[in-house]
């Protein structure tokens, strides 16, 4: 999923975590452990280097691995093998940790933003209810095949 990634804009350096920051990796395993990193300085150091940060009003994109569902995500071994949603982690990354049971939400309806401006919590009825509003509810599967390629 990495095959758009390739045209960086300018500031982001490197997408590819090489195997210097996979050796690195190992060692915060341990300063996590003992508490010399908490949890959130962890995902900032990770999450900021697949990001385009752009100014404050603009949607900020995520420059890694990008699910189906459009959504960024990544993974971080030392702290889950599972992968973490790009978009959800930039949340915490500003605000602490998401409160169980809540979505977060785009206000810019950009799945693959991160910019924590344009992101907000909300239940599973507000992600309906905003997904009524943006007009991107219930598009029946059979009509996305006929969207327009331009
Ligand atoms: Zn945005």
Same mark, same amino acid.
């Given at each position: 999923? @990495?095959?758009?990634?390739?045209?960086?804009?300018?500031?982001?350096?490197?997408?590819?975590?090489?195997?210097?920051?996979?050796?690195?990796?190992?060692?915060?395993?341990?300063?996590?452990?003992?508490? !010399?990193?908490?949890?959130?300085?962890?995902?900032?150091?990770?999450?900021?280097?697949?990001?385009?940060?752009?100014?404050? &009003?603009?949607?900020?994109?995520? @420059?890694?691995?990008?699910?189906?569902? &459009?959504?960024?995500?990544?993974?971080?071994?030392?702290?889950?093998? !599972?992968?973490?949603? !790009?978009?959800?982690?930039?949340?915490?990354?500003?605000?602490?940790?998401?409160?169980? &049971?809540?979505?977060?939400?785009? +206000?810019?309806?950009?799945?693959?933003?991160?910019?924590?401006?344009?992101?907000?919590?909300?239940?599973? +009825?507000?992600?309906?209810?905003? @997904?009524?509003?943006? &007009?991107? !509810?219930?598009?029946?599967? @059979?009509?996305? +095949?006929?969207?327009?390629?331009?």
């Amino acid at each position: 999923m @990495m095959s758009a990634g390739r045209a960086c804009p300018p500031g982001v350096v490197d997408i590819e975590m090489n195997y210097r920051d996979r050796w690195k990796e190992i060692k915060r395993r341990d300063e996590l452990a003992s508490g !010399a990193i908490t949890r959130s300085e962890l995902l900032a150091l990770r999450f900021w280097p697949f990001v385009a940060r752009g100014t404050a &009003g603009e949607c900020w994109l995520w @420059m890694g691995s990008v699910k189906d569902t &459009g959504y960024g995500q990544f993974t971080i071994n030392s702290l889950q093998k !599972a992968p973490l949603r !790009a978009h959800r982690v930039a949340w915490e990354i500003a605000n602490g940790p998401i409160p169980k &049971g809540l979505h977060v939400l785009h +206000h810019c309806d950009n799945r693959r933003c991160v910019n924590a401006r344009h992101l907000f919590l909300g239940t599973n +009825h507000d992600n309906i209810k905003d @997904m009524w509003a943006k &007009g991107r !509810a219930v598009i029946p599967q @059979m009509l996305r +095949h006929r969207q327009p390629t331009a």
